[in-house]
């Protein structure tokens, strides 16, 4: 595991937005797995508050830079901070990309005020298959939303990764989320956005900004109504433990015939067809094991784990 701490400090303390009724410095935890945008998160955030003249310190830990592996980045601002780590029990905002991530880091909340922001995707791992059956039950949390929600001082769980599917980019989950996170702060929604943009590739600037007031709003939402519990992925958290379908999509277009899933499906059921695209022989074999996911170097593969309901 590799420690990357950067500082950056700007040099003006004109003071100015901050966290919702929250004390200075203002500490927040963004958690996540490798590949979801967890440093984009970080960086437009620490960009903004310097954009607004605040000091900002903020670390990151990348899960040895490994896709599927843990990172989380730590931003602090303020009129004045001191460290770039937040003390354990200090978080004001814990912003997670991932079910597991966030409750991992629950600890790391303030108590009485602490606001968690958690997409309520759920990346299961492939050492947590508990054996190579198709179906077979997987090691992973069982804690429902609702049950999280009932023990934080503020929390939402966001389906941020199907809604920003439906806007065609799955890929924007963090952006929703970023969304989402912007309303605990006080910085104009223009600024926001300005920064966003300067973040995300060119191309997908619009689909971001969409996905930006989509996760806005969902959360403006759920602060004037109760907020949605009922596990909204649609995947259900005994899906999630318990697969019942596997999907394994192949992008051919990525496909560059490295062969690595080929040589460590540990089904062997992946082969180089003629054009030398990789696809799957034998779907009956497949576990959902998302080795060939985690491992290609291409993020070609992806394996959807489908509850019965959704295979009906
Ligand atoms: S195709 Fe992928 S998900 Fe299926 S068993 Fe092989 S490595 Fe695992
Ligand atoms: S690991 Fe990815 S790029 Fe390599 S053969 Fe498999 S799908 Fe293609």
């Given at each position: 595991m590799s420690l990357a701490s950067e500082v950056a400090e700007s040099s003006q303390h004109s003071g100015g937005a901050a966290a919702r009724?929250?004390?200075?410095p203002v500490n927040v935890l963004i958690v996540g797995v490798g590949g979801q945008g967890v440093i984009m998160v970080s960086k437009v955030l620490a960009s903004l508050c310097q954009a607004h003249g605040l000091q900002v310190k903020q670390s990151e830990v990348h899960?040895?830079?490994?896709?599927?592996g843990s990172v989380f980045s730590h931003v602090r601002f303020g009129?004045?901070?001191?460290?770039?780590t937040i003390p354990k029990?200090?978080?004001d905002i814990l912003l997670a990309l991932e079910w597991a991530e966030g409750l991992r880091w629950?600890?790391?909340?303030?108590?009485?005020t602490g606001i968690f922001i958690c997409d309520t995707k759920r990346i299961v791992p492939?050492?947590?298959?508990?054996?190579?059956?198709?179906g077979a039950p997987m090691r992973y949390s069982r804690e429902t939303p609702a049950e999280v929600i009932a023990h934080v001082a503020e929390a939402y769980a966001v389906d941020a990764t199907r809604m920003a599917d439906e806007l065609?980019?799955?890929?924007a989950a963090n952006t929703v989320l970023v969304g989402a996170l912007s309303?605990?702060?006080?910085?104009p929604l223009a600024d926001w956005e300005r920064v966003l943009a300067e973040f995300v590739p060119r191309k997908t600037v619009g689909v971001n900004l969409e996905a930006f007031r989509l996760g806005r709003s969902w959360i403006e939402e759920a602060r004037r109504t109760a907020?949605?519990?009922?596990?909204?992925?649609?995947?259900g958290l005994a899906a999630a433990v318990v697969p019942s379908t596997v999907r394994v999509e192949i992008e051919a277009q990525w496909c560059?015939?490295?062969d690595i899933c080929v040589k460590l499906c540990p089904e062997r059921c992946l082969r180089l067809n003629s054009e030398r695209i990789a696809e799957l022989t034998d779907p009956a074999k497949c576990?959902?094991?998302?080795l060939c996911e985690w491992l290609c170097p291409d993020f070609a593969i992806r394996v959807h784990l489908q509850p019965a309901a959704a295979v009906a």
């Open positions: 009724g929250s004390r200075e899960g040895m830079a490994k896709r599927g009129k004045q901070v001191w460290s770039p029990g200090d978080v629950l600890p790391q909340l303030r108590a009485e492939p050492f947590a298959c508990l054996n190579r059956r198709q065609g980019n799955e890929r309303t605990a702060m006080e910085f907020p949605d519990t009922s596990d909204p992925q649609g995947q560059k015939s490295c576990t959902g094991c998302r």
